[in-house]
């Protein structure tokens, strides 16, 4: 398959044909599907030209019918403030939770001012009001999408939540780690009389650890990949470094399981008749796969072909947030259904750990090559692999729940094997990723049971049938909020398509965050020229993120955090140093000083006006040296409203 779908394609692009017909249901399969990838690849229309029913060609576009897609994107990855396009009655609703996931309680205090928000108890407008509950919140939600974990963030929720378990476990420990730990969290909650930074003082404490010691509280110390994340906030790093995200510290884990059993989100979501995902993702793969007649679990060439499956499986299982299981399913017809039972029982055995789980879906409608009556419709073939895929439960908004729904990405494993349930699987597949707002693979498995990518593009090319434009359309959202990290990271789910702007994507956030090495002061200052600019034009009506995002742009990758650059910079810019006070006075800012004092009203923000001024002004001051070119402190900008445009571009593209 692989190897016709490159040189099929570059027909296709040479010829350029209005619309490619691929026969489907007689011949080798694995040709035809490969003249489908090819056609995919090349940006053609395609159709499936049943030999059976001469004259009546479909496309996967008809065969796949996923409901509002994007809704179920930015449900997944809870951008709360974009669901107001879709639900614009219960805008309220979304407001108060985009609020919550910037550790800001102040929409939710307004609101009970205000005689409350239709659909929103008072018990749960109560909870969104604490402020400890919005760092949870916050904290998981964007740890989740692969946000850059800011230091004030951190903090507090890691201080918070090892304060809580101490003060359960403190009687149960012995003496010497309940010393550590209760210094731990004295040290951590307040910096004075200290010299040491928050990382020196959590590595102390590891150390001072004792080996028999147990428990909750030092579970979380002893959390190496923990340890690592709290490192990279803590010196603030955490921006600098590449877009991207793969598991999460089990400690992180386990809290965030803990935190939703009592969250509001699921029971709120279901008055809208929505069902949330569970904040970390579900962890699991879903697995399509054919079977041929010989399958068995007494045919060996079946058993290696599994094996082979799962081995293939296993590498880079570690790039989601939360370890999961393989859910293979086999695609059974009558005749193979006996067979393909016993083989999912064998398969069964090699994950006794429950890491594997397999079942037979069937019995499918394919009559048997040799009776009479016409094969049956692909679609009714799609519509019984759906409904298996729906029996295996319903969702609930938190982990555990068994659904298939919230699975983290869908394979498809192609075979040689009927034609009809071949792109019955793909229709199936495609649609069911568009449902679960995840990632698709599809990948061949060749008579030498090699695993490989079906297509040159690492089996994505799927993705063009649906997910592209959803997750385009997405990434185009995040980055108009300057969260170009999770824009970069959702382009990775998309096909080849979106290679090209997910590297503009990739290049625009080190321009927001990295300065070059060899820069001097005069090329710093240039920068945080062009960055405040972008800052200016991109939030000028959001007085506090716009505070928050200058000062992250300039320091530290930029002027450096407490450097002679960055104090030069202050003292010529007293507007910057502005910008730092009111950056210090936003929600998102000294959190755990906040909890702390008890202190749950969060400052005003300031008129935009003021800050847009602030940043003229700093912009101003930082023009040092050789005059440059009229419009250059917009360069940025400009670059920026480019990638923005071509990210709009793929999210109205329609699939081919």
């Not at 056609?39 to 159709?47: D, N, T």
């Not at 060609?57 to 669901?83: C, I, K, M, S």
């Not at 939770?97 to 205090?109: E, K, P, V």
Request: glycine share 10%; with cysteine; hydrophobic share 40%.
């Amino acid at each position: 398959m692989r190897l016709c779908t490159g040189p099929a394609a570059r027909v296709l692009r040479e010829v350029e044909p209005a619309r490619c017909l691929v026969s489907s249901g007689s011949g080798s399969y694995a040709l035809g599907a490969g003249a489908l990838l090819a056609a995919l690849e090349a940006g053609v229309p395609v159709g499936l030209m049943p030999v059976h029913e001469s004259g009546v060609p479909y496309g996967f576009g008809d065969l796949v019918t996923a409901d509002q897609p994007l809704r179920n994107w930015l449900l997944r990855h809870r951008f709360w403030e974009e669901l107001t396009e879709f639900d614009p009655e219960h805008a309220d609703v979304w407001r108060l939770l985009a609020a919550r996931q910037r550790a800001d309680i102040g929409q939710a205090r307004l609101a009970e001012r205000r005689g409350g928000v239709p659909g929103v108890d008072a018990g749960q407008l109560t909870k969104l009001k604490e402020l400890g509950l919005a760092v949870e919140a916050a904290f998981f939600e964007r740890v989740a999408r692969g946000e850059a974990i800011d230091q004030s963030l951190l903090r507090a929720w890691f201080v918070q939540r090892l304060a809580k378990r101490f003060e359960r476990e403190n009687e149960d420990m012995i003496p010497a780690a309940r010393d550590v730990v209760g210094e731990l969290v004295t040290a951590l909650t307040s910096r004075r009389g200290r010299d040491e930074g928050d990382r020196a003082v959590l590595q102390r404490a590891r150390t001072r650890l004792p080996t028999a010691a147990g428990g909750d509280c030092v579970a979380m110390l002893r959390d190496r990949q923990f340890a690592d994340l709290f490192d990279a906030a803590t010196t603030h790093k955490a921006h600098l470094d590449e877009p991207g995200i793969g598991a999460l510290p089990g400690t992180v884990i386990e809290q965030a399981d803990r935190w939703e059993r009592s969250d509001l989100v699921p029971k709120l979501l279901k008055r809208r008749k929505m069902t949330p995902w569970p904040v970390i993702g579900g962890g699991d793969i879903l697995v399509l796969m054919s079977m041929g007649l010989r399958s068995g679990a007494d045919d060996e060439p079946s058993r290696q072909a599994l094996r082979e499956v799962l081995k293939w499986l296993s590498y880079g299982s570690d790039r989601f947030p939360r370890p999961g299981h393989v859910r293979l399913r086999l695609l059974a017809t009558q005749e193979t259904q006996a067979p393909l039972e016993a083989l999912a029982t064998w398969v069964r055995t090699l994950g006794m750990d429950g890491s594997v789980e397999a079942q037979v879906v069937g019995p499918l409608p394919l009559p048997p090559p040799d009776d009479d009556a016409p094969p049956p419709d692909v679609r009714q073939i799609r519509d019984g692999i759906w409904q298996a895929l729906e029996a295996s439960g319903r969702p609930t908004g938190r982990a555990g729940s068994g659904s298939l729904r919230d699975v983290d990405e869908v394979v498809l494993v192609l075979n040689p094997g009927p034609a009809s349930i071949g792109n019955a699987m793909i229709a199936a597949g495609v649609e069911w990723s568009l449902r679960a707002a995840c990632p698709l693979r599809m990948v061949e498995l060749g008579r030498d049971q090699g695993v490989r990518p079906a297509a040159r593009d690492g089996g994505r090319v799927l993705r063009r049938l649906g997910p592209d434009t959803a997750l385009a359309g997405l990434a185009a959202r995040a980055a108009r909020r300057l969260d170009v990290r999770t824009a970069w990271r959702l382009l990775g789910h998309g096909s080849e398509r979106l290679d090209e702007v997910r590297e503009a994507v990739g290049e625009l956030h080190r321009d927001l965050y990295i300065a070059p090495q060899e820069a001097g002061r005069e090329e710093r200052y240039r920068l945080a020229r062009q960055r405040l600019a972008l800052v200016a034009r991109v939030l000028a009506d959001e007085p506090w993120p716009a505070c928050y995002m200058a000062v992250e742009m300039v320091r530290p990758g930029l002027l450096g955090w407490n450097t002679d650059l960055w104090r030069d910079a202050v003292d010529r810019s007293p507007a910057l140093g502005e910008l730092v006070g009111l950056r210090d006075t936003s929600p998102y800012a000294h959190l755990l000083d906040r909890l702390r004092r008890g202190d749950d009203e969060a400052d005003e923000p300031p008129e935009p006006t003021r800050v847009l001024r602030l940043l003229a002004r700093a912009i101003t001051d930082l023009r040092v040296g050789a005059p440059r070119p009229a419009g250059d402190d917009l360069a940025l900008f400009i670059r920026f409203e480019d990638v923005c445009a071509e990210l709009d571009r793929h999210a109205k593209a329609a699939a081919p």
